[in-house]
């Protein structure tokens, strides 16, 4: 844990908060749920009261599931730095065998990938389902909006471990949902097709990287 400087969004006052720059779950079990539920990465202006988004970098590491996250959010350092930080991921990476590695570029793809990862799913996967479910809906309801919607995975649900995904459409929050029978058929595609697979170190598995596939 450190401290960093921080400004309230609503009324600009400046604040020291507490940040975690790096998130070991099997030294601390009890920040899994606070990233989860996404309460690790916000904080309270004591001034005004208002709720704000920590704006910083972090590494999440979880031993028991060998998996690695890195939130780097967009601007949140200088390039020069950021590049610095890319070739240190890249060194590091060399070392961890058998440990599955993503960059993140805001808080949400964090709680998402920790969620899918969770869930015993492949974040390949889920993303070209996505994909497809983006499209089908497109198709259906003919919005062009749709097709390009963040979709986010949200849990699975049901004795058939149906998929939900949740996005956001005309100002408010949408869920759809696809039975896992989706998930598997897009697993074999991905099988049949071992040229989509992530890059070398810590990939960006999302929206942009599936859809280089479908060009």
Known sequence: MAEASATCRVCSQDHKVEVWNRINVSENPELKEKVKDGSLFVWECPHCGATNLIQG????????????????????????????????????????????LRRVGDVGSLIEKVNIFDAGLDDCVIEMCKYVSRMELADKEGGKDIATAPFKFFRLSGPDNDIEFSYPSEGRMHGVMIGFNVYEDCAGILRRNPQVKPSEGFARIDSDWIARFFR
């Open 57 to 100: 970098q972090t590494l999440y590491h979880d031993p028991e599931s060998r998996l690695m996250v890195f939130l780097l959010p967009e601007g949140a350092v200088p390039e020069s730095q950021a590049a610095a930080l890319e070739q240190q991921l890249s060194a590091l990476s060399g070392s961890l065998e058998g440990y599955t």
